[in-house]
């Protein structure tokens, strides 16, 4: 942490434009909301998520969703093209370190080269829990091979510093299980995660609503990952809108630093001491 309480690795090209930058994997981005493109009705719907969210970064389920794998399908990308987006493919589905790295180097082809990617191997089918050791070891290989790896993983603090450690330039620990939207379940490992992480910290997974985005952003995560919140919301455009607010006003109170919390210890807002012409 520097003196300001701010990162290091968020303080690099800061410009009046842009005067507090995401940076993950040498990118430079403005928003700190990313958003996944599964579960919305239409693609129309998903676009217009997006837009109404700010997000930048959006996440693509290449086992789940056609980007010109599947000839003669509508793709994602006639919505919502790379050229304006930053596209993060990822291997949701994949249950080995094989079938995840395969799944990227299909993405990295279809992309053109690509190389920005969100990992997740995973445990079982009921609980989406990650499966950390297969993790462990495809993040080993996509680092190899010029992959810029984003994972998700628990919110075990000594796997966190152990994938970046392998090199990966984002470290992305669930709040709670995927598609719960059960909040953040334990923010004292989120903590620890992010006081020893020299990379972005992403949340990622269990957001429910935009009390959850807020507070991930107040414990001092870098950015919030979601995809379930928005997309099963009665309103997915309203909801999208509402999360971006959320983030944002999270990230501006973790930069102003909040009062210290004292239990018993009654203070006015309107002091009798300390004013103008009294001692």
Known sequence: MSVSGIPHHDRPMNTPENPDPLVIGGQTF???????????????????????????????????????QNAGEPSLLDAVPASAFTMLPNTAGCYTADDAVRTLRLARELLDGHDLVKLEVLGDPRTLYPNVVETLAAAKTLVKEGFRVMVYTSDDPIVAKQLEETGCVAVMPLASLIGSGMG???????????????????????????????????????????????????????????MKQAVAAGRDAWRAGRMPKKLYSAAPSSPATGLIGKP
């Open 30 to 68: 403005r928003s700190r909301l990313l958003i996944g493109t599964g579960k919305y009705r239409d693609f129309a719907e998903t676009r217009a998520a997006i837009d109404a969210s700010g997000a930048e970064i959006v996440t693509v389920a290449i086992r789940r969703t056609n980007i010109g």
């Open 184 to 242: 953040i379940l334990n923010p004292w490992n989120l903590q620890i995660i992010i006081e020893n992480a020299k990379v972005p910290v992403v949340v990622d997974a269990g957001v429910g609503t935009a009390s959850d985005a807020a507070i991930a952003m107040e414990l001092g995560c870098d950015a919030v990952l979601m995809n379930t919140a928005i997309a099963a919301a009665r309103d997915p455009v309203l909801m999208a809108g509402a």
